[in-house]
């Protein structure tokens, strides 16, 4: 690590664009030319579309592949297959065996070598070391342990730049830690990070006097109205970070202006379904990633023009006030807590961000879940948005109403017209701690549901 500078390794992460281009096209090259010789399914996949990997030189002929996606990868794993065939390296080389949710079906299989773990520590150190951690500090980290690579990568980032984890995997856990350990840092969803501060004041515990002076939020996209609420209640920055067993793991420096992506080791492309084609930056579409293998490397798994299905956009790949010059995105949400009405597309973080305006917090835990119901063709489709109290006898509801429905429908027209027609219907009930359906379900909540 480069201890004069905010870097964890400044000759990459400061690169000018045009050696950082030569770079990524050498390393497109290399990757291409590796997963023809090692991968049974590109081996496979680049005969079947006449594809010859030497003429793959550069990102333009990068876009030109097919793309493919999860079920490209379920489909040729077992039980379909009898191997796993993106498996790129030899059995004597796995180092470690992970598996997706599968929330989409078959949980997807990944195979990491130790070079793997390696280079995706180094995509987190320097979004740690990006984010002002380094030597000394003591971070908890409120994130599974286990068949997901998060807080595993996580740990193994901590080691490279001096700073100590405590590994608890979840935010229920006692609060001396807090008091005897005095951690310096919290990695966290949004609610987790809330619930967590709720618990200290009942046991008469300021998170704002915590010591804790930084949160860093991962896992899931989230708006930008209860990352202002988190900072609040904690005094001191949220970052955000995204990642995956895919290997894409982006996070935003201490400018918090978008997430880098470290383009030297994961190739970012922003794709439309609907045209089937790449799109220009500053416009919406899927993120689309290629696995970048430095010359020489190895890797369990490799994925070239690997659909997410996750969106986001691409802000600028001009340098960063914070010096780097590594390109920056949106925070990409999923397109599964996507949905449609009037012809108007909104999401799960269209629907947070009505609950956590500003004054609406001083009578909501933050707390929520939507369900939409009916049907377009029948005439009327009913959102149902509810909220948890702290105090459900002197919560305002009309005003926490009037707030949301401005945010909401404030950008939308179509649905904003639909909405005033009385063809779209938002009914908002409120309860108080505990008694939203999404308390009685074990796992992570789906808090924008389509009963449709």
């Known amino acids: 690590m480069d201890i004069s500078k905010p870097y964890f390794n400044s000759e990459i992460e400061t690169m000018d664009r045009g050696e950082l281009d030569a770079l990524i096209e050498e390393r497109v090259r290399y990757t291409v030319k590796y997963a023809a010789e090692n991968s049974p399914f590109y081996r496979k996949w680049f005969e079947r579309h006449g594809v010859k990997p030497g003429d793959i030189k550069a ?6 592949l097919p793309v493919i996606s999860g079920k490209t990868i379920r489909e040729n794993q077992p039980p379909v297959t009898d191997a796993f065939l993106f498996k790129s390296v030899d059995w004597k080389d796995v180092f470690t065996i992970h598996e997706t949710s599968g929330t989409s079906g078959t949980p997807k299989g990944f195979f990491l070598t130790w070079e793997d773990w390696e280079r995706y520590a180094e995509k987190y150190a320097r979004i740690f070391t990006s984010q002002g951690f380094g030597s000394g500090d003591r971070v908890v980290v409120c994130a ?6 998060g807080a595993n990568t996580m740990t193994l980032a901590a080691s490279q730049i001096g700073m100590a984890i405590i590994p608890e995997g979840k935010c229920t856990f006692p609060l001396r830690v807090i008091e005897s350990y005095r951690p310096t840092g919290i990695v966290g969803s949004v609610f987790k990070l809330l619930n967590l501060a709720r618990r200290m004041r009942a046991e008469g515990l300021e998170p704002r006097e915590s010591g804790i002076e930084k949160l860093v939020v991962g896992g899931e996209a989230f708006a930008e109205e209860s990352r202002n609420y988190l ?5 001191c920055p949220v970052y955000n970070s995204y990642g995956s067993t895919e290997g894409t793991m982006c996070g935003e420096c201490s400018e918090i202006s978008g997430l880098h992506v470290p383009e ?6 922003v794709y439309d379904p ?11 579409g899927r993120v689309v990633l290629s696995t970048l293998l430095p010359v020489g490397a190895k890797a369990g798994n490799l994925l070239l023009n690997y659909d ?7 802000i600028t790949r001009d340098p960063c006030p914070c010096g780097r010059t590594h390109m920056k995105i949106m925070t990409p949400q999923r397109e599964a807590e996507t949905v449609w ?10 629907v947070e961000r009505g609950v956590f305006q500003r004054g609406n917090m001083d009578y909501l835990t933050g707390e929520y879940e939507a369900f939409l119901y009916g049907d377009e063709d029948e005439g009327e489709v009913t959102l149902r948005v509810s909220m948890e109290c702290k105090n459900p006898e002197t919560c305002d509801r009309d005003f926490i109403k009037e707030n949301f ?6 950008y939308r027209p179509l649905l904003s017209r639909a909405y005033d027609e009385g063809f779209f219907k938002i009914l908002f009930n409120f309860t108080g701690p505990k008694g939203l359906e999404l308390h009685k379900i074990k796992g992570r909540p789906k808090r924008l549901v389509d009963r449709r």
């Not at 990102?59 to 030109?64: A, G, Q, R, S, Y």
């Not at 900072?231 to 005094?235: D, F, M, N, S, T």
């Open 231 to 235: 900072a609040e209640i904690w005094g």
């Open 59 to 64: 990102h333009e002929d990068l876009l030109e």
């Open 144 to 149: 599974s342990y286990g068949m997901n690579v």
């Open 308 to 314: 997410t299905e996750d969106t986001t956009v691409v």
């Open 274 to 284: 609907g045209i089937e084609n790449f799109v220009p930056d500053g416009e919406c």
């Open 341 to 350: 009405v009037a012809n108007t597309p909104f999401n799960r973080v269209d």
């Open 264 to 269: 030297d080791m994961v190739h970012l492309d």
């Open 405 to 410: 429905l401005r945010a909401f429908l404030q």
